[in-house]
């Protein structure tokens, strides 16, 4: 096999996860990294965030992730301040037309296990930050986050329907083997290297 033909070459097709943030992107990232394919988390080498920039790019007329090099694998498409929210994975319609051959992964979790890890993550920054940005208080961004998980779970299960480039990862009930058996065309990945990452001390669920 030539270098120009490494599954996790420039070549290769990319792994998206398109899953909303605490949910194991973290993890994921570092299974990617440490099985040597080139990941990006939350922001680049420049400190670019991820989805600001993925976010610029389409308005410019440019691809998705256009400026990010050799990266095969985005992990964690998301941005927040007090006047600002971005979660990017809701772009999963531009990142398939742009990207048609990549991988597409929904990683997940129970939904209140989810709330209850956003809510706490940061020391509760993350929430107050959300609340500003939405102009709204704790109560009402919460419930506004379990309407996200619903709408954004069924569109993207509907979307990708039979798409054997797409896979579900329940990440406190599915093994990570069952990535590792969907990339293997492209890429080899060493689940010796999964493990759980960015935990918070009082978060209910097992996975940050």
Request: overall charge neutral; glycine content about 8%.
């Amino acid at each position: 096999m030539t270098v120009e033909q490494l599954p996790s070459g420039p070549r290769a097709p990319k792994i998206i996860l398109i899953g909303l943030n605490r949910c194991a992107t973290t993890s994921l990232h570092k299974l990617f990294q440490n099985s040597g394919i080139a990941s990006v988390h939350w922001v680049d080498n420049q400190g670019d965030n991820l989805a600001q920039k993925m976010v610029t790019n389409i308005a410019m007329g440019r691809k998705p992730l256009d400026g990010f090099g050799p990266v095969r694998a985005f992990t964690d498409i998301a941005f927040v301040n007090a006047r600002f929210m971005l979660d990017g994975t809701r772009f999963f319609r531009d990142l398939h037309a742009a990207y048609p051959d990549a991988y597409f992964l929904l990683n997940t979790r129970d939904r209140e296990d989810w709330i209850s890890s956003r809510a706490l993550h940061s020391n509760g920054g993350y929430l107050e930050r959300c609340c500003k940005a939405n102009g709204m208080g704790a109560d009402e961004v919460k419930q506004g986050w379990r309407r996200m998980y619903d709408v954004h779970h069924d569109e993207v299960q509907a979307h990708f329907d039979g798409n054997p480039r797409f896979l579900r990862f329940d990440i406190d009930r599915d093994d990570p083997q069952a990535i590792a058996d969907w990339l293997s065309a492209d890429f080899d990945v060493n689940t010796a290297h999964w493990g759980r990452y960015n935990r918070g001390a009082t978060d209910r669920a097992r996975t940050g």
